[in-house]
């Protein structure tokens, strides 16, 4: 399974919850009775929403990397650390918990990114200045471990099709 490409506006309500787009849901609703993802922080200033069939193989590739290395054990730590799984409630919303909308600056509208694998979750604000000033920096601890876990896109492989 490979999600869709685009960009999307939602908004958080005053408990932290936003809607899942139609076009998301239309991935997810006809596979699962319930429907599963992972949010977490990712490297940059935003968020990232796993579903869970792929969260499991992120995990599994990041349990492979030798945690003996402190600069590894922190990545993963990074990684790790603030992942929290979520459930589309009956409204099709997910909550995303205080400390990471606090880490992404989140605060009413938000802007879903869809990457290959998972969703991203950004102020618009800061999305457009990222955007605007896109520079990849070759020698991030943090890049190389996500390199090392999306493996020259061997990843995809190990993804399971929904039916």
Do not use: H
Request: charge should be negative; include cysteine.
């Amino acid at each position: 399974m490979k999600l869709l490409a685009g960009a999307y506006d939602s908004t958080l309500d005053s408990k932290g919850r936003f809607q899942l787009p139609t076009v998301f849901l239309q991935e997810f609703i006809p596979t699962e009775t319930e429907v599963r993802f992972v949010i977490n922080r990712s490297s940059e200033k935003c968020l990232t929403l796993f579903p869970m069939n792929i969260w499991n193989v992120y995990v599994e590739r990041l349990g492979k990397i030798n945690t003996f290395d402190p600069k590894n054990r922190r990545a993963v730590r990074y990684f790790m650390g603030d992942a929290t799984e979520v459930k589309l409630d009956s409204k099709n919303r997910l909550l995303i918990p205080k400390t990471l909308q606090e880490y992404a600056s989140l605060e009413k509208d938000l802007r879903l990114v869809s990457l290959p694998t998972f969703i991203e979750i950004w102020n618009p604000e800061l999305y457009k200045e990222t955007f605007d000033k896109f520079v990849v920096n070759e020698e991030d601890t943090i890049r190389e471990v996500a390199n090392f876990v999306f493996n020259d896109g061997k990843f995809f492989e190990d993804i399971p099709d929904i039916p």
